[in-house]
């Protein structure tokens, strides 16, 4: 093909990718090294304000107001920050301050455990520790399930498949919200679940009082969630699968499990790395079940900050450097993927 | 008004678009975009702002529980796409101190008259109205009066009243828990806010008004967190996730004897379609921290504010507020809320936000940093709750969170 039309070919992608992914980066990478705020000087001010039955109170504060311009508008300020923001959100700060003297909390005594608790007193680190617990956790966990799942779809007959594949694909439709309040919902005080566990006998358990619960919960519903996606990847797979070296395996005297570690996985063995580069993606990317359970005390996640930074905190520029923090994870959890995937390719071809 | 007296009421509205818009005679063209919190009350003034609508006016009224958010990104841009916002008396403050605003002293002037408008409705910075309110809110004790006589409890003026009733009241088997307050919440807020009712009626400070440097840490608050902590023993062991939702559950279902709820849902304690304790729950002033001391509550109010940047025209769009905050609304929408209008007759319901103004409740702080303080306070103090770390502790993460972003907002310079 002649440079000038392969050119022509890849030119709308290219246009798109630029326009729809580097731009918006380039962009947060902006908005992270800057600070904006609106120009203010402390004025002694009077407010009133209603009570009820008519009556009304007036309180004299000193209230920092406004710089207007001429026209009547506040006067912006946008500076360059460098990597304040980046600073702050990482605290850096603080984690050089805790390595050299750990406080710790009410009642460790080792270095090492004091040092933990002060790690995970920062927010980005926290969100950070649940995050990759949850990465880590769900990836093998939703390839083992999405796998079995697959097996076991493949070997009911055909009439039934349609049905059940629907069927498990159920969760993955499913708005993350939705799914998210629904398993929320099944297990607060006196939902369903916990009345069930205290009918069987059990007594009274809660779930969201504790660390290890909300973690089990959220990493469970992960799972839950993201496995139809690998099992529906890994049935089209199964189905590609020739009968040919199944039967000369069985020929040669492989059993079940010799023909599944030693025939299918490796011909599935493309999409298990396709899976894991998009579920590691995702799941470093969690937030729905964060927001919902309501229990960033316990489990916080790195997405989430970015979303406390913009609508609780007002702040555009530290959402953005935690934006900036989440892609550099994500890159670094995909190198080895993708250096594994790289060399097979080199092997191939 | 009963359920369904309301619910005729909304039927009606929806129903008969041709009487409705005889009513509302703004003549004007163009449109008016609005945005809003979603709860009862702002469903019904939406729906009377939309009587408005006619085929050169066009009214859109988008009701989110995001509406913050949106909102201060509209409110900064070069022109908004939103004419108008309700907000409380949280969220004015940092608009207001952005200068983002819109003075409606001559729009009050020009339609007084025409819409009667009350000096009470009028939110005053200086000498500028910054905003129309509708509607007071306050948070104040709920409890089970059947629970109280069979104990032979009085109802708690102090916190140490609360605490030894809550005492008692492990001993009752029809509920789960003697108490219930929101230490949990989107964002944490309603966390943030316990302890800052707890803190202002402890004679406490949020911050330094000249310095803006951050005082809640010191041992006024201390104290506070650790009541609140002391208070997590008579709760569910899920309070850290419950926000004020779950906790008008636990009353409406029997679970909880005694709570900290927002004035306005009073009235759902009676809701038989929601409650199981109809005619058992009584409401009284928050107890007080100190003795004689204020109840632990502040003071809300929530209005309209028309933003300096807005796209539509302020005129019409000051009148589809005064329209959908009008004494007729008011009149016939009486127990919803508790309006700000004088033709508004106090209720039963809205009784122990009366008198906990009475008992010199303090009006929630209004400057621009108490927003940061919140934040920083409700994201820090649950790791105190939690079991992680002191008091103290808490409250110095809190207290370096807050100095942080008001260095970025320039409240105070590094």
Redesign the interface.
Known sequence: MKTRSFLAFVAPSVASMLILIALPLVGVAYLSLHQSRVKTELVELTTEIPLVGGLTRKQTRVVPQSVLDEDGMPIQIWEYVGGRNLAKAGEFKGIAKAIGNPRGGSEEKGYLSRLYRDITNFEFWAALEFTLLYTFLTTPAILIVGLALALAVNSVSKRLRGTLVFATLLPMIVTPVVSSLAIYWLFMDNAIITNFIEYLGFGKFYFLADKITIRTLIILYGVWFAAPFAFIILYAGLQTMPRDPLESAMIDGANKWQRLRYVIIPHLGPLLTVITLIHVMDAYRVFEPILVFNADVFANSVQYLTYFALAFQDNIHKAAAYSILTIVGVIILLIPVLRKSFREYRIKT | MNKLQLLATAAAVVAAPSLASAECDIDATGEVNVITNFFETLELLANVMEECESEDLKIDVKLTT?H??ER?QAFAASTSPYDTSAVA?SSI??LQ????LMPLNDLVEKYRDKYGI?????????DDIAAI?FM?NAQHFFYRKDLFEKHGLDVPESYDDLLAAAKVLQSEESI?FPFGAAY??????ERGNEFINILLANGGELFD??T?EPVFDGPKGVESLELMGELLNYM???A??H?FG?VRQ?LQ?G?IAMAIQWGDQAATMDNENESIVIGNVGFAPAPAMVEGGPPAAT?W?DGYVIP?NLDGDPETTFQVVMHATRAEVVESNNDIT?W?R?N?V?SEY?KA??DS?MANAP?YP????S??AH?AIG?NI??F??G???AE?SLA?AATDYR??AV????ISE
């Open positions: 995001s913050k958010e201060e008396n403050t940092m101190a952005k200068g983002q009350e000096d009470q409705m009028l939110i005053r910075f200086g309110a007071a789960d949990g919440g989107p964002g944490n807020w008004p000249v803006s569910s062991p899920n850290l996730s926000d779950h636990q279902q679970e003071f109010w300096k508790l700000v004088s508004y106090p809205s936000v009366i103004v009006p209004m400057n621009p940093q927003e940061f934040g994201n649950g790791d709750l939690g992680l770390e002191s502790q993460d942080s972003a970025d907002a320039g409240f």
